[in-house]
T-cell receptor
Framework: NAGVTQTPKFQVLKTGQSMTLQCAQD?????MSWYRQDPGMGLRLIHY???????DQGEVPNGYNVSRSTTEDFPLRLLSAAPSQTSVYFC?????????????FGPGTRLTVL | AQSVTQPDIHITVSEGASLELRCNYS??????LFWYVQSPGQGLQLLLK??????LVQGIKGFEAEFKRSQSSFNLRKPSVHWSDAAEYFC?????????????????FGTGTRLTIIP
């Protein structure tokens, strides 16, 4: 099992550019989520999905889009990057719900927006 | 709303010394409590979790944590730290409070405690 994989590991964008952060898991988990990690703020939930075709917003969804067409993949799209989106992004998955089950995290994507 | 407080931003301990990392939570029902560890440049890994039952839970790498409902705390301990324990540690709280369209999706993390080990 590869677990949760994320690509790219690093990315630099200019303000206004768009990009997609990829996330995939091979554990057949129903629940997947995206977090951002900023210094002194811990991890904050951006979006999550409870299964293919079902997504919902987390704490900080503005500026981000998600979709879930398959169980394995959960990409995060930045529509028009802003410097405030400079952060480390983690994708996570779990078998059941996000708040009662062990989360398995990917290695992260470090994004810088200039 | 649920919340987690980790009052220590940075802790330094000597190798072989004991360790206690503090975590206080606020939650309106029976909490699900987690400790995760993040090594430099890595994602988070689960150390241990508490759902119910025995209030002293054992985790991986020799860590343990004790749930104290009266103090709303879930402190992480290790009797003797190793240099490889240097990392950032996150406490998190979750549970079955309805906060979204789909129910129990809210896992709240603390801001983390960075642990430095000195030889």
């Amino acid at each position: 099992n590869a677990g949760v994989t994320q690509t790219p590991k690093f990315q630099v964008l200019k303000t206004g550019q768009s990009m997609t952060l990829q996330c995939a898991q091979d554990m057949n988990h129903e629940y997947m989520s995206w977090y951002r990690q900023d210094p002194g703020m811990g991890l904050r939930l951006i979006h999550y999905s409870v299964g293919a075709g079902i997504t919902d917003q987390g704490e900080v969804p503005n500026g981000y889009n998600v979709s879930r067409s398959t169980t394995e993949d959960f990409p995060l799209r930045l529509l028009s990057a802003a410097p405030s989106q400079t952060s480390v992004y983690f994708c996570a998955s779990s078998y059941r719900g996000g708040s009662t089950d062990t989360q398995y995290f990917g290695p992260g994507t470090r994004l810088t927006v200039l | 709303a649920q919340s987690v407080t980790q009052p220590d931003i940075h802790i330094t301990v000597s190798e072989g010394a004991s360790l206690e990392l503090r975590c206080n939570y606020s939650y309106g029902a029976t909490p699900y409590l987690f400790w995760y560890v993040q090594s430099p440049g890595q994602g988070l890994q689960l150390l241990l979790k508490y759902f119910s039952g025995d209030t002293l839970v054992q985790g991986i790498k020799g860590f343990e944590a004790e749930f104290k409902r009266s103090q709303s705390s879930f402190n992480l301990r290790k009797p003797s730290v190793h240099w490889s324990d240097a990392a950032e540690y996150f406490c998190a709280v979750g549970g079955f409070l309805l906060i979204s369209n789909f129910g129990n999706e809210k896992l709240t993390f603390g801001t983390g405690t960075r642990l430095t080990i000195i030889p």
